[in-house]
């Protein structure tokens, strides 16, 4: 699976609904692994297994799936039984039906719809699901795991064409095209809450997993759902495939250059940049997220000294790795791995000891 990092913004919202209900959410913090200060900072990133250790803390402690987000809360194993009847749909479309269907017996949750429009589907969220400020964030949620999760069940990636929202653009809103894979909207007008088009052929894609696939899924959940599969069906997912490959052959990466990429894809450099720019993306953009990516989740990790893993990512100088990640994360390589989940006050380290003061 391709790492992706977490913009702090959604880290900020996510906790909107606890605070709400009076849950001191210091301990939720503590338990993900993510440092309390970096909520301070709109550059923060933090990685993806951060962020599914703190919905999975949010969701224990409200005793809602919707994290308090919602106007009314979803019981613990709602999502689950959707999905269990989802799985035995013969195409996508059935299945995608079924779970409107399924959503639809619960008042106060989400309002789902499947359209055809000619050659194109759309998937929606019809009712306003923003029972607080911070409800923005559950109807990006929504839009987000319902695409990974059909995604899944085909075994393919659904190459959106667009996505739509009726509320104000957030801050993190330049982000959002990168979450989703295409042009994203704000402002939308007031409904649909959220929706998104896609190729109607998807529709009769056939349905590839089944319930012992499905239970893998729920117990690595929401890190399978809220991170991007990587399924190769694109350009830009060969590429980052190719970088994360040379990243984890545990000695100092030489990412492959355009020239090689383009020859491992058969086209010429100006057919691959020219097809990247097509997705919204870059050579060095893509690049830069993978490195970003690679650090964060290696200093969450914390197993690798920092020296040895700036070498890994392909900095010449451990200074060039620290000036690139303050300004991809606003913090220190050391900072942030003092806040990780390995370097949390009176966590034991890897022989028994505290891992405070290791710092390489």
């Not at 759902?225 to 590429?239: I, K, P």
Request: glycine letters at 12%.
């Amino acid at each position: 699976m391709g790492m992706r990092t977490v913009s702090v913004h959604y880290v900020r919202d996510s906790l909107g609904g606890a605070r709400r209900l009076g849950i001191d959410t210091a301990p939720l913090l503590q338990c993900a692994g993510i440092p309390p200060l970096l909520l301070g900072d709109d550059r923060a990133q933090v990685a993806p297994e951060q962020f599914a250790r703190l919905v999975r803390a949010l969701h224990r402690a409200t005793g809602d799936e919707f994290m308090g987000l919602g106007v009314v809360p979803s019981r613990p194993g709602t999502f689950a039984m959707m999905c269990y009847a989802c799985v035995g749909c013969r195409d996508l479309g059935a299945a995608l039906e079924r779970a409107a269907r399924f959503y639809g017996l619960f008042p106060g949750g989400p309002d789902l719809a499947l359209e055809r429009h000619g050659s194109e589907a759309v998937f929606a969220v019809r009712n306003d699901l923003r029972g607080h400020a911070e409800g923005r964030f559950l109807a990006e949620c929504a839009m987000l795991v319902w695409h990974r999760l059909a995604s899944w069940l085909i075994g393919q990636r659904i190459l959106l064409r667009w996505a739509r929202f009726a509320c104000p653009a957030p801050p993190y809103a330049g982000e959002c095209a990168l979450m989703f894979g295409c042009p994203v909207r704000f402002g939308a007008g007031p409904a649909p809450t959220a929706a998104a088009g896609f190729d109607a052929r998807w529709l009769t894609a056939p349905v590839v997993r089944d319930e012992e696939g499905l239970r893998e899924l729920l117990r690595r959940a929401p890190a399978d759902l809220l991170s991007r599969r990587e399924y190769g069906t694109t350009v830009a997912e060969q590429v980052r495939r190719a970088f994360l490959r040379s990243l984890g052959e545990g000695r100092p990466a030489r990412l492959p250059e355009v020239a090689q990429l383009a020859a491992r894809l058969a086209v010429s450099p100006a057919t691959l940049r020219r097809r990247l720019q097509e997705e919204g993306t870059s050579y060095q953009r893509l690049k830069d997220q993978v490195r970003r990516e690679a650090a964060i989740s290696g200093l969450a990790e914390g197993r690798e000294p920092i020296a040895q893993l700036a070498a890994r990512l392909g900095f010449s100088e451990d200074t060039a790795f620290h000036r690139a990640f303050r300004r991809w994360t606003g913090t220190t390589p050391g900072a942030y791995r003092l806040g990780g989940p390995r370097g949390l006050p009176g966590r034991p380290g890897p022989h028994g000891g505290d891992v405070r003061g290791q710092e390489s």
